[in-house]
């Protein structure tokens, strides 16, 4: 799937991916990813798109995008838009596929393979065309999942699917919650 003088760029739809993650019971461990990554290759860059909220006093994600923009990724934030629906409940919305696919079309002369961390079918016609100038796409996403985070038109488009759990040993820890849990356990059973 992946040759080692290859040029290689990675675009994370961070959104989706800690979707799939959390479906799937771990986090992504980034530093663990990147590190996979140049391994496989000769990367490029590797992007990381995300909405914030602006608005509020702190955003849980704040330090994860600070973390990433201080530790080799491309970080491209735009500020998420806040509403609320008709029955009342307070939305955020926050799509950044748009800026993804123009940074792909941009960088394509310039790679050989792009890694797609994301299962949104919306990306179906990014990848086709990417093809068409002759990059090897890879999906990351999950089917193991219920219901699936990856569209069946984009898995099918792709030249390689990566099923996310597969590289659960390789990019993931615990999540959160579950390390609390087992960082407290040892905490009280050293006290006994």
């Known amino acids: ?30 530093k663990l990813l990147r590190q996979e990554f140049l391994r496989r290759g000769k990367m490029v860059r590797a992007f990381y798109y995300t909405a914030l909220l602006e608005n509020d006093e702190y955003s849980p ?5 600070d973390w990433l923009h201080y530790n080799g990724f491309t970080m491209v934030t735009k500020p998420a838009k806040e509403y609320t629906d008709s029955q009342g409940r307070r939305k955020v919305k926050g799509n950044m596929d748009i800026e993804l696919a123009v940074d792909a079309m941009e960088l394509a002369p310039r790679v050989d393979h792009i ?19 002759g990059v090897r796409v890879s999906v990351v996403s999950t089917i193991r999942s219920q219901p ?41 059973s050293a006290t006994r």
């Open 148 to 188: 699936p985070m990856i569209a069946d038109e984009l898995r099918r488009q792709a030249d390689n699917f990566i099923e996310l759990d597969e590289l659960r040993d390789v990019i993931g820890r615990p999540p959160r919650e579950q390390q609390a849990e087992r960082n407290f356990e040892v905490a009280t």
């Open 61 to 65: 994600i704040r330090p994860l995008v």
């Open 115 to 133: 890694v797609l961390f994301s299962g949104d079918g919306d990306f179906r016609p990014l990848v086709e065309s990417l093809q068409r100038q």
């Open 1 to 30: 799937m992946f040759y080692k003088d290859e040029r290689l760029a990675l675009f994370i739809d961070g959104s989706n991916l800690y979707a799939a993650g959390k479906a799937l019971g771990f986090d992504i461990d980034y």
